[in-house]
Structures are given as structure tokens and as C-alpha cells.
């Protein structure tokens, strides 16, 4: 299993051109009728990788700009949270650099480390996306990150780090994300998202039919007729 930009050429492998990311809830769609509260909304846990540090220092120069951004960062908890590879202190992180009005602007929804999925259901998440204008995620490498997908599915513009390593790419083009080469000046480039996420055009059956469970498990299923059939099993 995995897609060709993680797992690279397999000549002496029965292949199976897909991962997680391609199998998103048919929960997330778009609702042209929830109305836009957030601004940006970023779906991560607190590891290292995904930069969230990185991430409140470009809000906060959106904020320094004089902007009033409403931003929602869902973080869920795990066990395995550990000083050396995770954001451990990002409460007081985030009290410490944010101010009281910036706080009311920002949403730091940290989730409980025993409830399941990303600390909600996936239904809620959904009503999360469709209530904002635009995502993010600020990792420098993924396998396949399934924010991105779900984001997609959800009619929002992508913003992600142009040298990003993994099949998150994959599925974007200009239409339907905006890339920035420089975690410095991220910043510029949620405002432009921002800005213009009304402008972004999402073709949503062809995501639906690469990213959406239900067509992803009848593909799932032939790839598995075939492996059998060459096997001469049942």
C-alpha cells in the first residue's frame, strides 16, 4: 500500500496505489450554508513535525499586522507525548504570545488524550472545515496526511510548505491550494488565501472519486480480486 510519491517504484511488488488519505468519510463535504467563522483552521497534534510553533509565530505576525483573524488550531493528545519530539507546552505557549483579544480571536481547541480519532467525530470535524475559509498544515514531510483530504473534500483552499515531502501534493494544483516556499513568510501567503478563498475552484467529483471512501473501497476491492485471481485462490 501507498502512493508512488511515498513508496517509490515497486517492479517486484503487487502494488496498491493507495492510503489512508484516500479512503476520507463522506461526511466531509461542502455546505454552502454554514456560515464562515473561522478565517483559518489548522487540524494537527502537537508533534514536532508538524511546526506549530512555526505556526503561532505567523499567526502572530497576521496579528501584529493589525489583522483580526479568526483562527482554530484542533490539537488532539496522545500518550506518547514526550518533551523531546512534542509541542509539550504549547498552552503556555500559547498564553504567553497571544494577548487576551488575540486569544478571543484564536481557538486553541486542545483535545483529550482517551477519546478517539482526532478527539471528536469526524461529523464535527466536517462542520469545523465547512465553517471555515481556508486550511493549513505546517509539516515539513507526511506519509499521506488525511487534514489535506478532508480540507479538499470540504471545498477549502489548501495552504502548505512548497518543498513539503509525502503525497500531499499530490492532489493539489493552483486551483485549489496556494504553496508557500518560506516558513517566514507564511504569513503573506494565508492572507492572500484568505483573501481570495472565494476565488479557488475545486473540482469536486474528481477529488471525491481519488480521495472519497466509497469509490476507494470498490478500487481497494478489485486490487484484491486481482491478487487473488493471480494466485489462483478464492
Keep these: 500500500f501507498g502512493l508512488p510519491s511515498v513508496v517509490g517504484p515497486q517492479p517486484h511488488t503487487y502494488?496498491?496505489?493507495l492510503a489512508s488519505g484516500n479512503f476520507t468519510a463522506s461526511c466531509f463535504k461542502p455546505d454552502p450554508d454554514n456560515n464562515k467563522y473561522?478565517?483559518?483552521?489548522?487540524?494537527?497534534?502537537?508533534g514536532n513535525v508538524k511546526n506549530l510553533r512555526l505556526f503561532?509565530?505567523?499567526?502572530k505576525k497576521i496579528y501584529d499586522m493589525g489583522l483580526k483573524y479568526k483562527i482554530l488550531l484542533v490539537c488532539a493528545s496522545r500518550e506518547e507525548e514526550v518533551d523531546h519530539d512534542h509541542f509539550t507546552d504549547i498552552a503556555d505557549v500559547y498564553y504567553n504570545m497571544f494577548t487576551k483579544e488575540e486569544r478571543d480571536l484564536f481557538t486553541l481547541m486542545r483535545l483529550g488524550k482517551d477519546l478517539e480519532f482526532k478527539g471528536l467525530s469526524k461529523k464535527q470535524l466536517s462542520y469545523f472545515y465547512q465553517s471555515?475559509?481556508?486550511?493549513?498544515?505546517?509539516?515539513?514531510?507526511?506519509?499521506?496526511p488525511g487534514v489535506v483530504s478532508e480540507a479538499l473534500l470540504t471545498g477549502l483552499p489548501v495552504v502548505i510548505w512548497s518543498?513539503?515531502?509525502?503525497?500531499?501534493?499530490?492532489?493539489?494544483?493552483?486551483?485549489?491550494s496556494i504553496l508557500f516556499n518560506n516558513f517566514d513568510e507564511a504569513h503573506l501567503t494565508l492572507i492572500e488565501a484568505v483573501k481570495n478563498y472565494k476565488l479557488f475552484d475545486h473540482d469536486h467529483d474528481s477529488l471525491l472519486d481519488k480521495l472519497g471512501e466509497e469509490e476507494s473501497i470498490k478500487k481497494l476491492k478489485n486490487h484484491f480480486s486481482k491478487i487473488y485471481s493471480l494466485n489462483e485462490q478464492k
Aim: charged share 20%; net charge negative.
Design 15 to 17: 502494488h496498491i496505489p
Design 38 to 46: 473561522w478565517d483559518i483552521i489548522n487540524v494537527s497534534r502537537n
Design 56 to 59: 503561532f509565530q505567523e499567526i
Design 132 to 144: 471555515s475559509k481556508v486550511a493549513t498544515l505546517f509539516s515539513e514531510m507526511e506519509g499521506f
Design 163 to 176: 518543498g513539503q515531502r509525502g503525497s500531499a501534493k499530490d492532489f493539489l494544483n493552483n486551483t485549489n
